[in-house]
C-alpha cells in the first residue's frame, strides 16, 4: 500500500489516503518520495478548475527520491537511482512526437496528476523514461521544481533558439519566473523581469535581472518599446498583453508559459508590421529536462523553497492560496 | 515630368497628372515604368483606409521596368537593366535590421506609395538596393506580382524554415494565395488550400493544391484538426481563426501576411498544449525577393494576370473592387 494526501472533493482539505496501487506495469518504476514541490497547477487541480480532477486526488507533480522498484522491461534505470518525477508520468514513445524527441507534444501522456495519483505521498510511479536522472551536483531537497517550473520556463530557451545575445524578459516573478530569470542569467542574456511589486528589485536582481520594470506601470512599459526580443509569460492573470507586444525587437516573440484563460485580443498589424510572434509551450521532453539540470548543475541554479513537513501540507497549500510562497514550496518526509 | 494617374481625395478617379520629381538622388535610380501590378493595398491607400495617405496620390508598388537614370552614386545597378520595385522604396541600410538583412524591418523604411509616389506612371523611382533585378527568365509583362503579392507569401518560407517535408495551407487564394500556393507546391510541400469557393477545386489543384477545404464549413475544418505545420493567412477577413489553429499540428504556426482589423482572440492554452505559434510578417528583404526571383524562374512560377492599359486604370480598379480579379491585374503602357 501506498501512504498518501488526498481530497475527496473539490477544494477538500487533504487526508491520509492509502492505496493499492497494483501490480508495477513492465515499464514502470516505482520512486520513495523524498521531497515534492507544490505548484499552482497542483491547486487548480484540487479545486477541479479544469474539469479534469479525479476524486480521490493526489497531487504532487514535483517529486524527487530513489527508485525502489523497477518493471520487468526496465533496462535504463536502476534501483536506488535518484530522480524527478514531473508534470508526465508517461508517453506513448511510439508516435511521431515521441520519436522526434517532443515527448511532451504526445497525444497520449498521462500526467502525473490526472487519473493518476501524484506525488503527495511516500510513493510515486511513472514510466521510466520519465523518471529523469538527478546529477548529483544537485540538492535533492530543494530541485523538485525543477521537474515542473524549471523546465517549464528551461525548454523555451531551447526550442526557440534563445542566443546570449538576446535580450529578454521575464512577466512575473513566482515559482517559475524565479527559475527564468537564473537560467537567462546564465544562458548570458541580458535580461528584464517585469513585475508588479518593484519593492523586491535587488532579489530579482540577485536573481539575474540587469533590469526591473514595475507591470503596473503603463509608462514604464511603454519606456522598453522595441526593446526585446523575447518575453517570457508565467502569470496566469490577463495583463495590457498589447504593450508587451510592442515591448518586442523586430522578429520578437512572446511566449505563454502561464495559463491565462481569458483569449488574449491579438492586433494582426502589431505582429505583422515587424515580425513578430505569439506562441505557448508546456513544460519539456525527457531529454530537455536532462539538459536542464546538466545546465543548473553547472551553474549553480536552484530553486528558492520554503519547506513544510508532507503532515502539514494544508497547512503549505493555506501559503500558497494566500501568495505567500517565495518562491517554490517544497514538502519533505 | 513624369506622367502618372493620380486621386487628388480619398476615393477619387484616377486622373493625369504629372509632377516634376525633382533632382534623381544619390543613391536612387529612375525606372521607366513597362507595366504595373494592381494590389489590394493600392485600393486601401486610395480609399485612405489606413488613415495615412497623401493626395495626390499615385498608386502602384508592383513595377517592372527599365533603369533610365542613376544616382551619383549608384554603383549596384546600370542603365537598361530590367528591375521590380515593390511595396518599399527605401531602407536605411545602417540600422540592426538593414546591416542584418532584414532591410523590410527597418523602422526607416519609405514605402514606395506612402508619402512617396508609386508606379501608376510612366517612371518611377527607388533607392537602388530596392530595385531588384528581374531574371530574364521571368516574363516583364507579368512579373510585378512578385514584387509585393509574391514575397509576401515567399518570404515566409524563409524566415520560418519551412521544409518539404511540411504538410501547409493557403487560406483565401486571391492575388496572394495563388502564388502562395504555386512556391509552396515547388518547395516540396504537400499543400492544402482553404478556399470560399470550392468550384475552384480544379484550378486550385492546377495551382499545385493537394487538397481542397471548403472555408465556409466547419465541418470540413475539424476534418483537418491536427494535421497542418504551417498555416498562411492572406485573407483580410476575419475568420473562425480559433479552428485554423486546431487545424495545426504540435509545433505549427498559423501566420498572418493579409493585415486583418479586427483582434484576434488567442486561446493561450490552445497555443500552449503542443506548443503552437501565431505570427506576422511584411514582405521580404532585397535579398529574398532575389531568392524568390530566381526559384520562380527556376519552377516556372508566374502571377496569373488579366492587363489593362494604363489608360483604363480606373476601369481595372473598379473589377478589382468587384472582386473580379483572377488572380491579380497588370497595367501595362
Redesign the interface.
Known amino acids: 500500500m501506498i501512504q498518501a494526501y488526498a481530497a475527496e472533493a473539490a477544494g477538500a482539505e487533504l487526508k491520509s489516503f492509502s492505496y493499492d496501487p497494483g501490480p508495477l506495469g513492465q515499464d514502470e518504476v516505482e520512486v520513495e518520495v523524498e521531497s515534492c514541490g507544490i505548484c499552482h497547477s497542483d491547486l487548480s487541480m484540487l479545486d477541479n478548475e479544469w474539469g479534469i480532477t479525479q476524486y480521490p486526488f493526489v497531487a504532487g507533480h514535483e517529486a524527487v527520491g530513489v527508485i525502489r522498484a523497477l518493471g520487468s522491461h526496465v533496462s535504463d534505470r536502476h534501483l536506488g537511482q535518484r530522480v524527478g518525477v514531473g508534470w508526465y508520468a508517461r508517453s506513448c514513445l511510439t508516435c511521431e512526437?515521441c520519436l522526434s524527441g517532443?515527448h511532451n507534444?504526445c497525444?497520449q501522456t498521462q500526467a502525473t496528476i490526472v487519473g493518476h495519483f501524484g506525488g503527495f505521498g511516500d510513493r510515486v510511479r511513472c514510466q521510466s523514461t520519465w523518471a529523469i536522472p538527478l546529477p548529483p551536483e544537485l540538492d535533492a531537497a530543494t530541485a523538485g521544481p525543477l521537474f515542473c517550473g524549471g523546465i517549464t520556463v528551461f525548454n523555451p530557451l531551447v526550442?526557440f533558439d534563445i542566443r546570449p545575445t538576446h535580450r529578454v524578459g521575464v512577466v512575473g516573478v513566482g515559482g517559475l519566473g524565479h527559475l527564468a530569470l537564473q537560467f537567462m542569467a546564465a544562458w548570458g542574456c541580458e535580461v528584464t523581469a517585469f513585475s508588479s511589486n518593484p519593492d523586491k528589485t535587488d532579489e530579482l536582481k540577485s536573481l539575474g535581472a540587469d533590469h526591473v520594470v514595475n507591470s503596473r506601470d503603463p509608462e514604464a512599459l511603454k519606456a522598453v518599446a522595441g526593446s526585446l526580443d523575447f518575453i517570457l509569460s508565467t502569470v496566469n492573470v490577463s495583463l495590457d498583453w498589447t504593450a508587451y507586444i510592442q515591448a518586442l525587437r523586430?522578429?520578437g516573440r512572446l511566449h505563454?508559459?502561464?495559463?491565462?484563460?481569458e483569449?488574449?485580443?491579438?492586433?494582426?498589424?502589431g505582429?505583422?508590421?515587424?515580425?513578430?510572434?505569439?506562441?505557448?509551450?508546456?513544460l519539456g521532453s525527457p531529454a530537455t529536462v536532462a539538459q536542464m539540470l546538466r545546465f543548473a548543475a553547472h551553474h549553480s541554479i536552484a530553486p528558492i523553497t520554503q519547506a513544510f513537513p508532507f503532515s502539514q501540507v494544508n497547512e503549505a497549500l493555506a501559503h500558497l492560496r494566500r501568495g505567500q510562497a517565495r518562491y517554490r514550496l517544497i514538502l519533505t518526509h
Open positions: 512526437q517532443d507534444l497525444s526550442q523586430p522578429k505563454f508559459v502561464g495559463v491565462v484563460l483569449p488574449v485580443p491579438v492586433n494582426v498589424f505582429l505583422l508590421d515587424r515580425q513578430k510572434t505569439l506562441s505557448g509551450s508546456p
